[in-house]
């Protein structure tokens, strides 16, 4: 059996050494580490059997069609390099704001997942008794870009397999709000999003059957 990881969000983030790391496969993105879009990259351990899903020519060890995107690589290789521990550690100080602000200062809210070994940009809570897509739109028209479920579902209606896989049922899923910090965000914009959604918050539950029972 074969073992694949998604680092998507991890890369740079996080320690990644495949010498330690049971894996057969590693996907990784550019764009979440504001390098160019369309570009990612595939580990593939030795000796991994890999067949090819479109036929094309020797340049490509006659595993794809096509060449490679040089500059869309060099883009990549370049975001890479910039990522810094000091960046990391303001990002993670930005994700630990947002969690007490939201536990401490609004009330029936749960933190998905630990909260210790989690990703340094990501804070995904749960606002109970009013739904995460009303949530995100009005987050929106706040000006806070916000997703509710998991980033693969923003999409869709469908409750998070990952929040219910760590033991939610549907209704915390589908309170479920995630927020994800970068490079060019900053504490004030932690401060501000938790201070909009405690607005929202209250509101939402003053309308909503959820909350009246």
Do not use: W
Request: proline share 3%.
């Amino acid at each position: 059996m074969l073992l694949h990881t998604d680092a998507t969000h991890s890369f740079t983030r996080l320690p990644l050494n495949v010498k330690e790391i049971p894996v057969d496969l590693i996907t990784v993105s550019a764009h979440t580490i504001h390098g160019p879009r369309g570009i990612g990259a595939l580990y593939i351990r030795k000796n991994t059997p890999i067949n090819k899903f479109m036929d094309g020519g020797f340049q490509e060890f006659n595993m794809r069609a096509g060449v490679e995107n040089i500059p869309g690589a060099v883009g990549f290789a370049k975001a890479v390099d910039l990522v810094t521990e000091e960046e990391t550690g303001k990002i993670e100080a930005m994700r630990d704001r947002v969690i007490e602000k939201a536990l401490s200062e609004i009330s029936d809210v749960t933190l998905n997942g630990s909260r210790e070994k989690r990703l340094p940009q990501n804070a995904n809570l749960t606002f109970h008794y009013v739904e995460g897509e009303s949530i995100t739109l009005h987050m929106d028209m706040k000006g806070f870009a916000v997703s509710t479920g998991s980033a693969c579902f923003s999409r869709s209606l469908e409750a998070s397999h990952v929040i219910r896989g760590i033991g939610g049922d549907h209704e915390r899923a589908h309170g479920s709000v995630r927020f994800t910090f970068g490079r060019y965000n900053r504490m004030e914009d932690a401060d501000a999003a938790i201070d909009a959604m405690s607005e929202i918050v209250t509101r939402l539950r003053e309308i909503s059957p959820l909350a009246r029972k």
